[in-house]
């Protein structure tokens, strides 16, 4: 089976543009996450989804929104870009947990690195 | 509030050298602690992950970490390292949303360097 899929692997964008990153999970997980990774730093926490519902944000601005579709992909959306949002946006999915939510680890896609210009 | 502390920043290494690479957590709650290694250029790979039961846990290729609830540690060791193994080695811990949701919180990273 294909592991978690990310696109576009790399993006050059100006400040003030706009972006959206896009994440396929693994086949049969429901829930979708997203990490910001800053050069040289473990990767941050974003958001997570599970059946297209938000069920958790890290400590990210609005300009920072996500969803997810019936098929379980997603998308991150960014907006009016600063130089500081320059980083690898890592996708990671889980699979639905034996007593409900979701399973405690998580399998990451190979990210998108997303430079601000 | 959970947190990881991985304690170097680098560990340079001789091949065949063995090596340890340190991580400590705070915690109020129950932990579910993980380690990732990530290669150049790539995502983050699970490496081996503790959730309960023996507290030695080991991967395929030769790593182990033990889990140490008094010490509140989760070290990753391996007794012979290899050149393949250089990369960047981070820790994480499992904190729990309502209704069995959950995000990961990481370390800093540590980078392994193995030299010939």
């Not at chain 1, 576009?8 to 693994?26: A, D």
């Not at chain 1, 958001?47 to 997603?74: C, I, L, M, T, V």
Request: aromatic letters at 12%; hydrophobic letters at 35%; one cysteine or more.
């Amino acid at each position: 089976d294909a592991g978690v899929t990310q696109s576009p692997t790399h993006l050059i964008k100006t400040r003030g543009q706009h972006v959206t990153l896009r994440c396929s999970p693994i086949s049969g997980h429901k829930s979708v996450s997203w990490y910001q990774q800053v050069l040289g730093q473990g990767p941050q926490f974003i958001f997570q989804y599970y059946e297209k519902e938000e069920r958790g944000r890290g400590n990210f601005p609005d300009r920072f929104s996500a969803r997810q579709f019936p098929n379980y992909s997603s998308e991150l959306n960014v907006n009016a870009l600063l130089l500081g949002d320059s980083a690898l946006y890592l996708c990671a999915s889980s699979s639905p947990g034996l007593a409900g939510g979701t399973q405690q680890w998580q399998y990451f896609g190979p990210g998108t690195r997303l430079t601000v210009t | 509030a959970q947190s990881v502390t991985q304690l170097d920043s680098q560990v340079p290494v001789f091949e065949e050298a063995p090596v340890e690479l340190r991580c400590n957590y705070s915690s109020s709650v129950s932990v579910y602690l993980f380690w990732y290694v990530q290669y150049p250029n790539q995502g983050l790979q699970l490496l081996l992950k503790y959730l309960s039961g023996s507290t030695l846990v080991e991967s395929i290729n030769g790593f182990e970490a033990e889990f140490n609830k008094s010490q509140t540690s989760f070290h990753l060791r391996k007794p012979s390292v290899h050149i393949s193994d250089t990369a960047e080695y981070f820790c994480a811990v499992s904190l729990m949303f309502s209704g069995g949701y959950n995000k990961l919180i990481f370390g800093a990273g540590t980078r392994l360097a193995v030299h010939p």
